[in-house]
Structure formats: structure tokens, C-alpha cells
């Protein structure tokens, strides 16, 4: 019933479709990053407690990490154009909430809105992506525009945050959402809706509380670890009732009839080889945004308008990097650009593990910043067009939540551990020699990620562009049923 789901592709106008889904993925990948730089002057303006600020944080990635796979199953059964439409008036209208907040918790609900409509636009994005591009060249140059412009608004939300915090006032970290979120709606506004299904299956329930429950609580207890350790009763308990939840889902999935994750999905090596990379390259790529402001900002003494502008050759690279690849991966299969790209990631991240407290912005910063990213570009692009691949377009929804879970979870796991790891290296030292060493035994542990995802790509791709067998047909996919227009 769901493969009238498809614009037909007279009616599809591919590139307005691209333009408003790599317009929403960039808005939603701009806000994880421009809040960051603004924390101080937040706390100073609306008197947030010190235990308490992080929250600002920590909450966005709590609902979009836990609402991920629901907002992605959901784009399949209630339709993508719908789902991206909400999820973006939802982001719009909390990003207006919390640039006129005027207490703490005011300021927290809007992230917490904000984390809810990313949850619907991100995976509603990349799945009217691929039902609109089929699988080839054009998907690869399609998804590689969408990755590139993802990358971007991660490395330039460090820039923008900087600059209005230290120009405009922190508040423009909100308020700068309204004005993309506006031109996304435009864009989509002109994208044909899709048919409707005669007839829809019902929301798995059941599952979305225990995956939303198990998913949520793994994120709060991770990002918790900053004020309780990795071995308190609180995070060991918040973490063991995860992995119950997460556990009890997959046995109600295992037999559902409608389930929100089709678990035989993860036996395709395509889209399990694609999410253990992405876990990996996102975690890198977080944690290493993370030491590398750190420390520009903390030991070479740079300004919040300076940290962010030094992010350009970042953001340079990546696009670069992103567009190699998409070349690469259109003729070639996915691995020709994994591996190198892991492997100079691993390098550029090599060299930052060797910054130095005396060091500058010219001998410890631009170099590694600019292998670190082109590497980082040519893993980004190919892992969507490798997630997407085999996957029927009644499930295409529920392959891109699966993917944007597996890169969150990844970051924020992957920043809350190697966090710990370089204050532990630390201790109770502030000086610059202190947080330097601490930061490159961070970076360091990065680079060993990202031979990790060199490994992965390795094993998991074929070194050749194979068809891959065609998806196998459930009931909810009987061509015999016809759609109605909506």
C-alpha cells in the first residue's frame, strides 16, 4: 500500500525537492552547533544556575534522539511532505519561543520543541530524498548535496554562534532559524504532495514508548556523566533501565505485525555497515568540533567571533571533501570513498592530538583542520547513499530514522565518554598545559574512531557498485492496493 507513497516522477520536480530538504537538514544541523559558543552570555542574561545551563544542551539531544525513529516511521505512514512541513513549524515556532525567553525553564521547553521538530524534519528529509532520486548516480549527487549542506550547517553553526553572540547578542542563535526555516517552507510548498494509502497501518505504540523510553533515558544518562560519573548508581541505573527498555523493544518488534523498526532492515549489511560507520565517523566528528573550540578557545585565548571564523577552513574542507566523493561514489561503490576519506580523517586528527599550549592558529589549527575535513567529507557523503541502498521506498522513512539515531547517538556518546577521558587526563588543573594535554589525548582517541570506520567500511562494502537484492515484499507493500490523492 505504501509505494504510492512515490511523487510520481514527472510530478516530483527533483530539484525543488533537493533544495527543501538540504535547506531543512541545514537548519536542523546548524542549531546542534550555534547554541554551544552562546552558553556564557545565556547564563549571564537569564541567571541560569551553573549545574543547570548544560541542560540547554542536553535536552535538545534528549527528545531528538528519542523521537528520531518515530518521527521517521511516521513520515511513512502519515506521509514525508507532511511530517517535514510540522516538524519544521514546530522548530520555527520554538526557535521564536526561545529567542524571547526571559527565564531558564522558558528557554529549556523551547529547546526541547526544538528537539521534537528536528526528530520529524531530519528523517522526513532524507526519506523524501530517496523516494524521490532512485538508486544510482543521480541518488549519490543528490544525497552528497544533502550531506554536504548537513556538514556545513554543523561547522558553520560554530561560526554564525560566534559571531552573533559577540555582535547581535546571544538571543540571534535562536532567531537566525526563522528566516531558513521560512525558505524551506517555500521550497516545499511547491513539492507535489504524496498519495495516500487506501489503507494505513496503525502506529506501533507499544514499540514508540519503549524505543522513545530506551533511547531517551541512553541519552539522559550519558550526557548526565559531565556532573555523574560513568560508575554512579545514578548513571549505571539510568543506564541498565535503558538497555531493558531498548532490549524489551526489539522482542516486541520481533513479533509485531506493523513494527516501527523492522528488525530483518538491520540484516542488510548496506544499512548495518552504514550506521556502525556513522555511530563511529559522528563521534569523531562531534568530539573533535568539541577539543578543537576548547581549545582555541581556552588555551590559545581566542574570542568567540575568532573560534568561530577560525571553523571556515572546517566548513571549506568539508564541502570539498563531500563533493569528491559524490563523484567517487557514482561511479565506484561506497568503500572507494570510506576508506581513504577514515584514513585522512585519521591523520588530520593525528596531527591535532599533537597541539601544543604555545602553540597557534597557523601551526596547530588550519593544517590539521583542513586534512581532518576533507576526510570527514568523503566518509559523510557516501554512508546516506549506503544506508538508503536496498531499501523499499515504503520503508525509506524508517531507514533515514534509523540513520539520523545511529549519528546522534553517536555524537552524544561519543563526546560525553571522550569528555571524561580528557578530564581525566586533566584533573583539577586549569592552566593551559593541563587542558592542552587533556584536549590531544582526546583528539587522539578520535583518530582511532575513524580507523575504526576505515575497518568497518572495509568489511562491510563490497569493493565494486553491486545491485543489491531487491527488498523483500511485506503485506503493507501489496501492489495490488491503490492510493488516493491527499
Avoid at 527533483?14 to 530538504?21: D, H, T
Avoid at 537548519?27 to 559558543?37: E, F, R, S, Y
Avoid at 559524490?326 to 593525528?350: E, F, N, Q
Avoid at 589549527?365 to 575535513?373: A, D, E, K, M, R
Amino acid at each position: 500500500m505504501y509505494r504510492n507513497l512515490t511523487p510520481h516522477p514527472a510530478r516530483s520536480r527533483p530539484g525543488v525537492v533537493l533544495a527543501a530538504a538540504a535547506v531543512a537538514q541545514f537548519v536542523v544541523a546548524l542549531d546542534m552547533a550555534v547554541v554551544n559558543v552562546a552558553l556564557s552570555a545565556i547564563r549571564a542574561d537569564l541567571g541560569f544556575a551553573p549545574l543547570d545551563l548544560s541542560w540547554v544542551v542536553h535536552v535538545y539531544a534528549l527528545t531528538f534522539g528519542g523521537f528520531l525513529l518515530l518521527g521517521g516511521r511516521a513520515c511513512d505512514l502519515y506521509g514525508r511532505r507532511r511530517l517535514l512541513v510540522l516538524g519544521l513549524g514546530v522548530f520555527g515556532l520554538c526557535s521564536l519561543a526561545g529567542g524571547l525567553a526571559q527565564a531558564p525553564w522558558q528557554l529549556i521547553a523551547a529547546r526541547a520543541g526544538q528537539g521534537l521538530g528536528a526528530a520529524a524534519a531530519a528523517p522526513a528529509a532524507l526519506a523524501i530524498l530517496t523516494t524521490t532520486f532512485a538508486e544510482g548516480p543521480r541518488r549519490v549527487r543528490a544525497l552528497g548535496v544533502w550531506s554536504a549542506t548537513n556538514a556545513a550547517g554543523g561547522a558553520l553553526g560554530v561560526l554564525a554562534g560566534g559571531l552573533l553572540t559577540e555582535y547581535a547578542g546571544w538571543r540571534w542563535v535562536m532567531l537566525i532559524n526563522l528566516p531558513i526555516v521560512a525558505a524551506a517552507l517555500a521550497l516545499i510548498a511547491a513539492v507535489p504532495a504524496e498519495k495516500r494509502p487506501a489503507r494505513r497501518e496503525r502506529l506501533d505504540v507499544l514499540g514508540t514508548v519503549l524505543v522513545t523510553g530506551g533511547i531517551g533515558l541512553l541519552v539522559l544518562g550519558v550526557v548526565r556523566t559531565d556532573t555523574h560519573g560513568w560508575g554512579s548508581p545514578a548513571t549505571l541505573g539510568t543506564l541498565a533501565a535503558a538497555a531493558v527498555s531498548l532490549i524489551a523493544f526489539a522482542f516486541v518488534e520481533s513479533r509485531a505485525s506493523a513494527p516501527l523498526l523492522r528488525l530483518g532492515l538491520l540484516r542488510s549489511r548496506w544499512v548495518a555497515g552504514a550506521n556502525v560507520l556513522v555511530f563511529l565517523a559522528a563521534a569523531g566528528q562531534f568530539t573533535a568540533f568539541y577539543f578543537v573550540s576548547l581549545y582555541m578557545r581556552q588555551v590559545l585565548g581566542m574570542s568567540a567571533a575568532a573560534t568561530g571564523t577560525g571553523f571556515l577552513p572546517f566548513s571549506v574542507g568539508l564541502v570539498a571533501g563531500t563533493a569528491v566523493a559524490t563523484r567517487i561514489t557514482a561511479a565506484r561503490s561506497p568503500r572507494a570513498s570510506l576508506v581513504p576519506g577514515a584514513l585522512l580523517a585519521t591523520a588530520g586528527l593525528a596531527w591535532f592530538a599533537m597541539i601544543s599550549p604555545d602553540g597557534s592558529f597557523l601551526t596547530d589549527v588550519l593544517g590539521p583542520s583542513l586534512l581532518t575535513s576533507v576526510g570527514a567529507g568523503l566518509v559523510l557523503a557516501p554512508v546516506a547513499a549506503a544506508a538508503t541502498t536496498g531499501v523499499a521506498p515504503h520503508e525509506a522513512g524508517m531507514a533515514s530514522g534509523v540513520l539520523n539515531s545511529s549519528r546522534q547517538l553517536g555524537g552524544c556518546i561519543g563526546l560525553a565518554a571522550l569528555a571524561t577521558v580528557a578530564a581525566h587526563r586533566t584533573g583539577t588543573a586549569t592552566n593551559p598545559a593541563a587542558l592542552g594535554d587533556g584536549y590531544a589525548l582526546g583528539l587522539a582517541v578520535t583518530a582511532a574512531l575513524f580507523v575504526l570506520a576505515a575497518a568497518v567500511a572495509i568489511v562491510a562494502f563490497p569493493r565494486h557498485r553491486t545491485t543489491p537484492p531487491a527488498p523483500r515484499p511485506t503485506a503493507s507493500a501489496d501492489p495490488r492496493l491503490e492510493g488516493t490523492p491527499s
